[in-house]
């Protein structure tokens, strides 16, 4: 079996200061191997794009951030090696982030970021080079005339171009890692799955492992191998796709189960300490979270 392209054991995290500091992660293990789709769901506030960003090393160098644990990606722990975590961003490892608009710099047009990006995995580049490597990306993903997206401003496109610009960013150098933070999710319902279909045609063509970020199990179930259950800063549940649905041991995996959107309304189900509580962390059920080092 092939070995993690990512491996996260014990992992915590804490906010604040060195004399007061809130603990908001609590012992994460997981991992993602080559080639494969894992998803991380949980509600907002659970603690699942934190988790993502530290892996991407974009936490570390705060001043009020206090990571410990282990985050090992390219033989790298990215606790403590967040700066050559950070060289191997766009190259190695990439992030989609929720909002493609926001994501993308507004005072630049799409042609010099996809340069930019480019040059991440090939510094020599030239720019003619880079020029129709982009043209070739964007038209990939299905956008129309890619020279002229080229030639846009983020603002001059639509949120779902935005998305497809993106996406076409993230693999454009053929990333070992990608990282979705709920993609398509600030986009209508018809336009996230044409995103989401868009990606797992991609990413299963380039061999390119994922750990998509997500409170939409809907989406989950369409997209993911494998499912760890996040609540509350730890690690509740975790399996494959069919046994989460079909056999949730936790009563929050349960409960999110239950919460499919109705016509009546209603949410999610009430659950004993379901708000966060991070001086009074809740208790996790013994057997429900995989072990620190575990690989399985």
Do not use: W
Not at 66 to 72: E, F, L, V
Not at 147 to 176: H, T
Request: proline fraction near 6%; aromatic fraction near 4%; charged fraction near 25%.
């Amino acid at each position: 079996m092939a070995e993690p392209v990512l491996t996260i054991r014990d992992l915590r995290l804490a906010f604040g200061s060195r004399r007061r500091q809130t603990e908001v992660l609590h012992g994460i293990s997981l991992h993602v191997r080559a080639s494969e789709k894992v998803a991380l769901v949980g509600e907002s506030g659970s603690g699942k794009s934190v988790t993502a960003r530290l892996a991407m090393g974009l936490l570390q160098e705060a001043p009020t951030t206090h990571a410990s644990g282990s985050i090992r990606f390219d033989g790298i722990d990215a606790i403590k090696g967040g700066r050559e975590i950070a060289r191997r961003r766009g190259n190695r490892v990439a992030m989609i982030f929720q909002d493609p608009t926001s994501a993308l710099n507004p005072t630049f047009k799409i042609r010099g970021q996809f340069r930019e990006v480019l040059r991440s995995g090939n510094p020599a580049i030239s720019d003619a080079d880079a020029d129709r490597q982009a043209e070739a990306a964007l038209a990939e993903v299905s956008i129309p005339d890619p020279k002229r997206a080229l030639d846009s401003y983020a603002f001059q496109l639509s949120g779902g171009m935005n998305q497809r610009v993106m996406i076409a960013m993230a693999l454009a150098n053929r990333p070992a890692l990608l990282m979705a933070d709920e993609p398509g999710t600030a986009l209508d319902v018809t336009v996230q799955a044409q995103t989401l279909k868009l990606m797992h045609e991609l990413t299963e063509k380039r061999g390119t492992a994922v750990l998509l970020i997500s409170h939409n199990l809907g989406v989950v179930r369409e997209f993911a191998d494998r499912v760890y259950v996040i609540y509350r800063g730890r690690i509740v549940e975790h399996g494959t796709t069919a046994q989460l649905f079909h056999e949730p041991r936790h009563p929050y995996t349960r409960a999110l189960l239950a919460a499919i959107p109705k016509i009546s309304g209603g949410g999610l189900p009430d659950l004993p300490e379901r708000s966060p509580d991070f001086e009074n962390p809740l208790i996790v059920h013994e057997g429900c979270g995989e072990p620190a080092g575990a690989i399985a």
